[in-house]
Structure formats: structure tokens, C-alpha cells
């Protein structure tokens, strides 16, 4: 018996960076957290950047939202707050954003090896936590492969293909639509329970439950006779 969970996430999200290590606590207290499987699953927030952009953050968030920069960094001494609650570094400043097609098809790649978490971990890392700018550079993208583990040579085969791993991508981003992911970090426990957002340790944690109580349904007595039990035998009846 097992539960799976598909993590629909993006290199660029902050909350999905939160998301994870919220969902990692709720799993560590999981009573039969050995028997769940965990998979990530591809996302991209602008899939129309052209492969080679790298931005500033800060900026770019003011003009998305149409707030002042000045906001936009204090929204992101907000969200560094709540990486530093949880235990994880998070640069406010200096931080670039850029199109992630590429880290998505690497993921792909690291999943068929069975590391695929490794390279999660140090995409995410690379990102909110180093100065060091990720986006729309092959040669940093190699070498963040490179330290979480993954060979040099098969990192560049896949960078050099386009096509390698791509329709991976794509076929995770239809199936989000279909299960109407509007935005990530997006959770689905065995395509039964969604929950969407960076939500508390508590929510995950109810929802890892929720789902294990799935695979052992309470037992229905359908007929109720005369039996035997620790306190002895039920007596026949005399006329």
C-alpha cells in the first residue's frame, strides 16, 4: 500500500521553494512516510521568455503587479521571512528570474536516474540562495548539475538536444491543465486530493492522511452472530 504525490512546481517560484520544505515536515512526522513516493512534476510561470533571459526579480515583479520597486522588495523581505521560519536561505536582493525549460527538462532527466530530488534541491538552492545569476547561462545550469552529483557529459547531451526530454515537459503541463493547476507549488495525492499553494505543515500533513485512510477503509460488518471473544463464548439459546 502507497501513496503517490505529484509536485507540479517552477525553478522561478518562491513559494514552491517554500512549498517543499513545508510538505518535507509534514512527511518526516508522516507515520508511513515510507510509504510514500514522491515525484516532481514540470511547470513553467512564463514559458513565452526567450531561452537565453535573465532579469532582475525586484523589478520585474514591480511591473508585473504594478506596484513600486520599493514594495516589490519589501514583498520580498516578506517572503524571506517565511524561508528563514523554516530553515532556508533566501536572498531579497540581486536575485534574477529567467525561463526554466531547460532545468525542467534536466529534472527529467534526473528523475529516470532516480535523483531527480537532488537536482531539485540544488536548482532551488542556486536560485534563492547564491548571488550567482542561474537564468539564461548553459555553463552555470552544468555546472549546478555537476555539483549535486550528475555526470558533466550527460548533463551537456541533454542541454545540446533541445528535444531531449521536452515532451516530458509538455505532457506535465497538460496534465496541471487538466487537473486546473492555475499556478504552483500544485500537490496531488493519488489524482484524488489537491492542494494548492505553499501551504502549513498541518495542511499536508492532513492531507497525507486523509489519503493513507483511503487505502485502509474501515471494516463494515455485514453479519453480526454468535461467536467467541476474550470474555468467553456466547451462550445458544434454550427454548
Avoid at 511547470?43 to 511591473?63: C, K, M, N, T, Y
Avoid at 493547476?181 to 497525507?208: I, M, T, W
Avoid at 485512510?213 to 471494516?219: M, R, T
Wanted: charged fraction near 25%.
Amino acid at each position: 500500500m502507497a501513496v503517490q504525490v505529484e509536485i507540479w512546481t517552477d525553478i522561478n517560484c518562491p513559494f514552491c521553494y517554500l512549498g517543499k520544505r513545508r510538505f518535507e515536515e509534514a512527511l518526516e512526522a508522516f507515520p508511513h512516510r515510507d510509504a510514500v513516493s514522491v515525484v516532481h512534476r514540470s511547470f513553467e510561470l512564463d514559458p513565452a521568455l526567450p531561452r537565453d533571459h535573465s532579469d532582475a526579480v525586484v523589478p520585474h515583479i514591480a511591473e508585473k503587479y504594478g506596484i513600486s520597486e520599493a514594495q516589490a522588495a519589501a514583498n520580498e523581505r516578506g517572503i524571506g521571512a517565511q524561508a528563514e521560519a523554516v530553515g532556508l536561505p533566501y536572498l531579497t536582493s540581486g536575485r534574477d528570474f529567467g525561463n526554466s525549460f531547460d532545468m525542467h527538462r534536466l529534472l527529467h532527466f534526473a528523475l529516470k536516474q532516480g535523483k531527480q530530488e537532488r537536482l531539485l534541491d540544488a536548482l532551488y538552492a542556486a536560485n534563492f540562495a547564491e548571488a550567482e545569476p542561474l537564468f539564461g547561462d548553459a555553463e552555470r545550469l552544468v555546472r549546478v548539475a555537476v555539483s549535486a552529483g550528475f555526470d558533466e557529459a550527460a548533463v551537456r547531451e541533454v542541454l545540446a538536444d533541445p528535444e531531449a526530454y521536452a515532451d516530458a515537459v509538455r505532457a506535465d503541463e497538460a496534465e496541471a491543465a487538466r487537473l486546473g493547476a492555475r499556478g504552483v507549488p500544485f500537490f496531488v495525492l493519488d489524482r484524488k486530493y489537491g492542494v494548492s499553494g505553499a501551504q502549513p505543515s498541518e495542511v499536508f500533513a492532513q492531507a497525507l492522511e486523509r489519503a493513507w485512510s483511503d487505502h485502509a477503509p474501515e471494516l463494515e460488518i455485514v453479519a453480526d452472530g454468535e461467536a467467541c471473544g476474550p470474555d468467553g463464548c456466547a451462550l445458544p439459546q434454550r427454548d
